[in-house]
């Protein structure tokens, strides 16, 4: 079966220089960040692993991510971190800043839900899975391999193996996937390496601009469960969420918690 991503071109059009990095491309797997946590004790430096379908792809909090063959981008970045892993909290939204940068050079306009998806006109256009792992063969040296699928056709199906409504790339037939994987890519490693340097706190106001709930009540929820309600702010120089509550003003940090806007 012939690849739809080519690795040669990505890497010709990577703007980016990033020492070390490998790029890869397979027609199926069954999730890429699972293959990358696989084969940390291999790696020698950062991996972009593509592929054309995933079979068993991932979300947060166990969640299976959805895609077919030609229908999404699916792709995994391992990245060796140079910063603890309690510092990784707001990871996820400058993930979420840099792919709302990128798309929106190519004219198409996102909002941002905390703590790790991309809106396009309120439905889910993409999402963002972050692991960790440490590679005991290199001096417990810590990895982030950050996992993203990004819907490029909506179609009913979908929408309803999901349970909520799907957007998807404009024009997408007429998108060079190559040229913008290799655009992601290079935004993904700029921001990797300024979030190393000086954390989520040069990103949440960037992030906070396009928070789709801003100003609106919303509902925490945890394995099923409202733990609790107020009216979504923003979030904080460490990427948790800010809550006015009856109770008064509240932080969040993501974990495995979920947020939904409160119906009228």
């Known amino acids: 079966m012939k690849l739809l991503h080519s690795p040669a071109r990505i890497a010709a059009a990577l703007r980016t220089a990033v020492p070390g ?17 696989a084969r940390l004790d291999q790696l020698h430096g950062p991996v972009f692993l593509v592929a054309d379908q995933q079979t068993a792809g991932r979300g947060r909090a166990g969640r299976t991510w959805h895609s ?16 603890p892993l309690q510092a990784l909290v707001g990871l996820p939204l400058a993930v979420g800043v840099a792919l709302a940068d990128v798309l929106a050079g190519h004219g198409i306009a996102v909002q ?10 309120g439905s889910k ?29 909506d179609n009913a199906a979908l929408a309803a193996r999901i349970g ?47 928070h789709t709930h801003r100003g609106q009540p919303v509902s925490i929820i945890d394995r099923g469960q409202t ?19 009856a109770q008064g003003r509240r932080t969040v940090v993501a974990g495995d918690v979920s947020l939904r806007a409160v119906k009228a």
């Open 68 to 83: 077919e063959r030609g229908a999404s981008l699916t792709f995994s970045l391992a990245w060796p971190v140079r910063v």
């Open 164 to 210: 909520q409504p799907v957007a998807a790339l404009p024009d997408a037939g007429a998108i060079d996937r190559d040229l913008l994987l290799a655009d992601l890519l290079g935004h993904l490693c700029l921001t990797l390496q300024e979030f190393e340097e000086y954390g989520f706190a040069v990103f949440a106001e960037r992030w906070n601009a396009l």
């Open 227 to 245: 733990v609790c309600e107020g009216v979504a702010v923003g979030v904080d120089a460490q990427g948790r969420l800010l809550l006015d509550t």
């Open 125 to 153: 256009l993409a999402g963002i899975l972050i692991e960790t792992a440490v590679d005991r063969q290199a001096g417990a040296r810590l990895w982030a391999v950050i996992g993203i699928g990004i819907n490029l056709t």
């Open 112 to 121: 941002l839900k905390w703590p790790n998806d991309l809106l396009a006109d």
């Open 21 to 37: 990095l490998t790029i890869e491309a397979v027609a199926e797997t069954g999730s890429t960040n699972a293959d990358l946590l």
